[in-house]
């Protein structure tokens, strides 16, 4: 990306503007700015191929159409080797400008992907794609591109709210198809009194509303990843990308629609040189001494107004923090909830753990929740329910389970969420009736999506959150098996410079625990990166890691997962109901990113930011990972080390949404 200089003079950004606007202008007639290509050799064809012969028609359609913002087409349907295809120039460039980026791309295509079925290149202007597989009105999100300009802005925090709001403004409009055929929009806003935001959001016409919003919530959900406090960014995806700069990098007449006719002509306003002989005009001092302090008044109005907001809503936050039952829309009476649940009928019950029962119940509207009642003898106090409460309230992610309310009433604590049709991942996982229906890109969906609930845990929510219980039943799934973690009992707060911190009180569930957590009480967010590389082993190979204890070959998964890695056979740890249909690539780069995870050595583990990436983005070269910590039960002796292990496990109830919630509060 262009990398920018700050412009504090107004008149200086006019200059810029219109250098830009010219510098586009003259670049239509060049060849389009190549930005990246995606050509896996996993799937490839032989020259003078029937597929050679079918792409090469592919092309040729493509090129020959390139008349409008989007064409998808097809070659050689009923042949062995039928090819697949289409083209997307960006919203806002011409028609000239489209055509010469398509037939730019047909070309290039061939020279950087010559024997390859598959395949995606993006320029500035257009993209291009094919495959051997029909794709046509699919969400695809793989691979993925990250771009971003190296500057850095100032007040990253309420830029990058304003980065959000704006890019989901114009992803909702870009949805609609409010530009006629095209899924585009553009949107700008405000910064500052020097800067001004623009953002992008698009789709490839062929998918329908709710395909595109999809699309594009993961793109947006992935700048804070990429971008996170960036002068521009942008995401691109195989069906959807967005970006924004501090700059108008689109065409702004293309993409504006025409103001609506005014009843009346605005009359001109009065000229400072109404007459030709200079009787009436002013001077350039007088203009100055006019407009200065105007301009000076209304700069500290925007920052008085700026600041006095930003105090109220840290007012705001803090006031909930420290008394969670005067938000009413959160509290739900008892009474509401036993109508729901039929008075917590039996036959509502959904599974049960260390700290009480989960019931489904449907409220007085349809909607149907699932309400966590703590057993009135239970551990989790005032202290942990409430610390509970606060973390999820906070919480708003597509892969964090939401809390819809709760109940303070008499010795009755509840929590009440929503209802998640397929409870748990262990209920599928490591059930040999049910561990089929877990195909790959079901299980790689999965994956991805903890990832990312983790990493807004870490880096993105307004609280540094570490969870300290990760584990396949505190992973929930939806009706569409989208994945979203639990159980916050056991969650620590920092403030976002905190990383780590100490206890002596250990909780968790064992196998999932990370070494020196379990050893020393030392937790931190390459903790519960720990955590996520046992699930990752698990997810791959349908095993618990606690399974493999006094076996033969290996002690726990980890050492299994490490011996056949060192061996050169890590595919035999995958699933055998998997063994028909998998990605090869993913399984082995699932893989590789557990066995990183569970290093012994915390330093030695990546982020979750930079695990995003991995899973995002296959330019990013694997570390190569070293042995695992390896420690059996009989080496944890907690009492003597004047810890103490609460070890939670399973009571084999369909569904453990709460199997230990045992919590330390740290207030900010």
């Given at each position: 990306m262009?990398?920018l200089?700050p412009i504090?003079?107004?008149?200086?950004?006019l200059?810029?503007s219109?250098?830009?606007?010219i510098s586009i202008?003259l670049?239509?007639?060049a060849?389009?700015v190549?930005?990246y290509?995606s050509?896996p050799n996993t799937?490839t064809?032989?020259p003078?191929?029937?597929?050679?012969?079918?792409?090469n028609?592919?092309?040729?359609?493509?090129?020959?159409?390139?008349t409008?913002?989007?064409?998808n087409t097809s070659?050689?349907?009923?042949?062995?080797?039928?090819?697949y295809?289409?083209?997307?120039c960006r919203?806002?460039?011409?028609?000239?400008?489209?055509r010469?980026?398509?037939?730019?791309a047909?070309?290039d295509i061939?020279?950087?992907c010559?024997?390859?079925k598959?395949?995606?290149i993006?320029?500035?202007?257009?993209q291009?794609?094919?495959?051997?597989?029909?794709?046509f009105g699919?969400?695809?999100?793989?691979?993925?591109?990250y771009?971003?300009?190296?500057?850095?802005i100032?007040?990253?925090?309420?830029?990058?709210r304003l980065?959000?709001?704006?890019?989901?403004?114009a992803?909702?409009e870009?949805?609609?198809?409010?530009?006629g055929?095209k899924?585009?929009?553009?949107?700008?806003?405000?910064?500052?009194?020097?800067?001004r935001?623009?953002?992008l959001a698009q789709?490839?016409?062929d998918l329908?509303?709710?395909?595109c919003?999809?699309c594009?919530?993961?793109?947006?959900?992935?700048?804070?990843?990429?971008?996170?406090g960036k002068?521009?960014g942008?995401?691109?995806?195989?069906?959807?990308?967005v970006r924004?700069?501090?700059?108008?990098?689109?065409n702004?007449?293309?993409?504006?629609?025409?103001?609506?006719?005014?009843a009346q002509p605005t009359?001109?306003?009065?000229s400072?040189?109404s007459?030709?002989?200079g009787?009436?005009k002013i001077?350039a001092?007088?203009?100055?001494a006019?407009?200065?302090p105007i301009?000076?008044a209304i700069l500290l109005?925007?920052?008085g107004?700026?600041?006095i907001?930003?105090?109220?809503?840290?007012y705001t936050?803090?006031k909930?923090?420290?008394?969670i039952t005067?938000?009413?829309?959160?509290?739900f009476?008892?009474?509401?909830?036993e109508?729901a649940t039929?008075?917590?009928?039996?036959?509502y019950?959904?599974?049960?753990?260390?700290?009480g029962?989960?019931y489904?119940?449907?409220?007085s509207n349809g909607?149907q929740?699932?309400?966590?009642r703590?057993s009135?003898?239970s551990?989790?106090?005032?202290?942990?329910f409430k610390?509970?409460?606060?973390v999820?309230?906070?919480?708003?992610?597509?892969?964090?389970v939401?809390?819809l309310?709760?109940c303070?009433e008499?010795e009755?604590?509840?929590?009440?969420?929503?209802?998640?049709?397929?409870?748990?991942?262990?209920?599928f996982?490591?059930?040999?009736?049910?561990?089929?229906?877990?195909?790959w890109?079901i299980r790689y969906?999965i994956i991805?999506?903890?990832?990312r609930?983790?990493?807004y845990?870490?880096e993105?929510?307004?609280?540094?959150?570490?969870?300290?219980?990760?584990k396949?039943?505190?992973i929930?799934?939806d009706?569409?098996?989208?994945s979203?973690?639990s159980?916050?009992?056991?969650?620590r707060m920092f403030?976002?410079?905190?990383?780590?911190g100490?206890?002596n009180?250990?909780?968790g569930?064992?196998?999932?625990?990370?070494?020196?957590?379990?050893m020393?009480?030392?937790?931190?967010?390459k903790s519960?990166?720990?955590?996520?590389?046992v699930l990752v082993?698990?997810?791959i190979s349908?095993?618990?890691n606690?399974?493999?204890y006094?076996s033969?070959?290996?002690e726990?998964l980890?050492?299994y997962?490490?011996k056949?890695?060192?061996d050169?056979?890590?595919?035999?740890l995958?699933?055998?109901?998997?063994?028909?249909?998998?990605s090869?690539?993913e399984?082995?780069?699932?893989?590789n990113?557990?066995?990183l995870c569970?290093?012994e050595?915390?330093e030695d583990?990546?982020t979750m930011?930079?695990?995003?990436l991995?899973f995002?983005?296959?330019?990013?070269?694997?570390g190569v990972?070293k042995?695992?910590?390896?420690?059996?039960?009989?080496d944890?002796?907690?009492p003597s080390?004047?810890?103490k292990?609460?070890?939670?496990t399973?009571v084999?109830?369909?569904?453990s949404?709460?199997?230990a919630?045992i919590?330390?509060?740290?207030p900010?």
């Open positions: 262009i990398m200089i504090k003079i107004p008149n200086t950004l200059f810029i219109s250098l830009l606007y202008g670049s239509l007639g060849n389009p190549y930005l290509h050509c799937t064809f032989a003078n191929s029937i597929y050679q012969t079918n792409l028609n592919l092309l040729s359609s493509l090129s020959s159409n390139a409008s913002e989007f064409h070659a050689g349907e009923g042949s062995p080797s039928p090819v295809g289409h083209f997307l919203g806002d460039v011409n028609t000239t400008a489209c010469d980026c398509v037939t730019f047909v070309k061939l020279k950087r010559p024997v390859e598959e395949t995606v993006w320029y500035d202007e257009c291009l794609r094919y495959s051997n597989r029909p794709f699919t969400v695809y999100t793989r691979p993925g591109l771009l971003l300009n190296s500057g850095n100032t007040d990253q925090n309420r830029f990058n980065v959000n709001e704006t890019t989901k403004a992803a909702a870009a949805a609609k198809g409010l530009a055929d899924k585009f929009a553009t949107k700008d806003n405000n910064f500052n009194g020097f800067q935001l623009y953002t789709c490839t016409p329908n509303a709710s395909g919003s999809t594009l919530t993961d793109a947006i959900g992935s700048l804070p990843i990429c971008c996170s002068l521009g942008r995401v691109l995806f195989p069906s959807c990308n924004y700069e501090v700059y108008p990098f689109y702004q007449n293309s993409t504006t629609p025409l103001p609506p006719p005014t009359p001109a306003p009065p400072f040189t007459s030709s002989n009787q009436g001077s001092r007088t203009i100055i006019i407009v200065v301009v000076v109005v925007i920052l107004f700026c600041f907001t930003k105090r109220a809503k840290k936050l803090a909930r923090v420290d008394d005067t938000p009413e829309s959160l509290q009476d008892l009474a509401t909830i109508a039929n008075k917590f009928s039996a036959d019950k959904l599974g049960e753990g260390g700290f029962e989960v489904k119940g449907t409220l909607q929740i699932a309400v966590k703590l009135k003898g551990g989790q106090g005032a202290i942990e610390n509970e409460v606060v999820l309230a906070k919480l708003e992610h597509r892969n964090l939401r809390l309310g709760f303070l008499g009755e604590k509840l929590l009440v969420y929503e209802f998640l049709a397929n409870k748990s991942l262990d209920t996982l490591f059930d040999t009736e049910r561990q089929g229906q877990l195909t890109e969906k991805g999506g903890i990832a609930g983790i990493l845990l870490h993105d929510s307004q609280l540094r959150i570490i969870h300290r219980d990760l396949a039943s505190n929930l799934l009706a569409n098996m989208n979203k973690i159980d916050f009992g056991m969650a403030d976002v410079d905190q990383t780590r100490n206890t009180r250990i909780v569930t064992y196998g999932y625990m990370s070494p020196e957590y379990a020393h009480g030392q937790f931190s967010l519960d990166v720990y955590s996520f590389g082993l698990e997810i349908g095993k618990r606690s399974s493999f006094e033969d070959y290996a726990d980890l050492s997962a490490w056949l890695w060192k050169g056979n890590p595919l035999k995958l699933d055998p109901t998997l063994v028909q249909s998998y090869e690539n399984v082995l780069r699932c893989i990113i557990g066995l569970v290093q050595d915390p583990r990546p930011k930079t695990i995003v991995m995002n983005s296959y330019s990013i070269t694997l990972p042995q695992p910590a390896f420690y059996n039960r009989t944890v002796d907690m080390m004047g810890l292990l609460d070890d939670s399973s084999g109830f369909p569904v949404i709460n199997e919630s919590t330390e509060l740290y900010r």
